[in-house]
């Protein structure tokens, strides 16, 4: 299937998901036995014309149970070598794409994994981990999460974390985390953080989206923020895409273009019952969906104009509708986060 693009601007694009959780393996969200990946999944990666994608390995696990996940990728990357290779270093996208592959780079939406040992960090970026989120929907050892009534900040023991992402080149990502944290944690990286899917507090109130302050603070570091066309990340389940993508030009001409990309946030094939385990695990007897709209239980449906990877091109061709240059839209669609990645990992 070819990419929908009829002037070969969108061809010529390093064009990269900062964020996706599908159900790549087709096992329940709370299960770590070893399942094969989807391959439908993947070609749709190929089919929108991703160089890469930023995947979560895992929401909640602890160490020995992440390996179990990691490794299912490594079997992904044998089995299906013709669709994807694995993202280590910024430049890893180019070579991607020339192979008509997709890069995919690993990471954490939690630094769970890391428990509270710090050499863990270093065994999970030896085994081809390159993305951390501090923390996810609840407090952790490293901070707090966005969810929390009371932010505590970056901890002792997270400034550590930080540290050792910082000497061996992991991104910080700083989506899911509280303000008071990302703050901190901006303050105390040497090297650009990123928020990989999140949109402006100004555009809708939700306890995932950021400040101006903080994404100013964002890209004072250097680092790149994700948009999101999630709908609850939106507010509304009727937002069209020239709404979305002039969000999109208002934050470029906030923070600078060369600091916005997008981060999906895609999660296709999970159920109900596996959103539900994304959200509380086994923290709380609660129901808690993600999502502040009105009466919404279950996943939200997607916007018409965005549904998958294959949208890419519909997303590209809005953003050039709403006045963005080509230079600009060639960073957001996923040249910004090349010159990220190549700044952090190398």
Not at 121 to 132: D, K, P, Q, S
Not at 253 to 267: F, K, L, R, W
């Amino acid at each position: 299937m070819s990419v929908p693009v009829e002037d070969g601007f969108y061809q010529g694009l390093k064009v990269f998901d900062a964020l996706q959780y599908s159900n790549w393996f087709g096992s329940p969200q709370n299960d770590a036995v070893s399942y094969r990946i989807d391959r439908t999944l993947l070609q749709q990666w190929r089919d929108g014309g991703l160089a890469g994608v930023h995947v979560t390995v895992t929401l909640w696990d602890d160490a020995r149970t992440c390996v179990d996940r990691v490794t299912r990728w490594y079997r992904a990357f044998q089995e299906s070598a013709d669709l994807i290779q694995i993202c280590l270093a910024g430049a890893d996208l180019g070579r991607a794409k020339r192979a008509s592959r997709t890069a995919v780079l690993l990471g954490f939406q939690n630094t769970s994994p890391f428990e509270d040992d710090i050499g863990l960090v270093e065994v999970f970026y030896r085994l081809g981990i390159r993305v951390a989120q501090l923390t996810y929907n609840i407090q952790n050892f490293v901070g707090s999460s966005c969810y929390e009534i009371v932010d505590g900040g970056l901890t002792r023991f997270g400034r550590a974390v930080v540290n050792e992402m910082n000497r061996l080149g992991m991104l910080i990502d700083l989506a899911h985390v509280g303000e008071k944290t990302s703050l901190d944690a901006i303050e105390h990286s040497s090297r650009p953080v990123a928020v990989t899917h999140a949109n402006p507090l100004s555009f809708a109130r939700h306890p995932r989206n950021k400040s101006e302050t903080l994404l100013r603070a964002v890209a004072r570091s250097g680092g790149v923020v994700g948009c999101s066309p999630y709908p609850p990340l939106m507010g509304r389940v009727d937002v069209t895409l020239e709404e979305w993508c002039q969000m999109v030009a208002d934050l470029a001409a906030m923070i600078g273009a060369e600091h916005v990309g997008i981060g999906t946030d895609t999660s296709l094939g999970w159920t109900d019952a596996d959103l539900l385990a994304m959200n509380v695990a086994r923290w709380s007897r609660s129901e808690n969906w993600g999502s502040n709209l009105p009466g919404q239980t279950g996943w939200c449906e997607p916007v018409a104009w965005y549904r998958s990877s294959n949208d890419f091109p519909t997303l590209c061709r809005g953003l050039r509708k709403v006045g963005l240059d080509e230079k600009e839209v060639a960073g957001i669609l996923g040249h910004n986060w090349q010159r990220l990645l190549t700044t952090i990992l190398g």
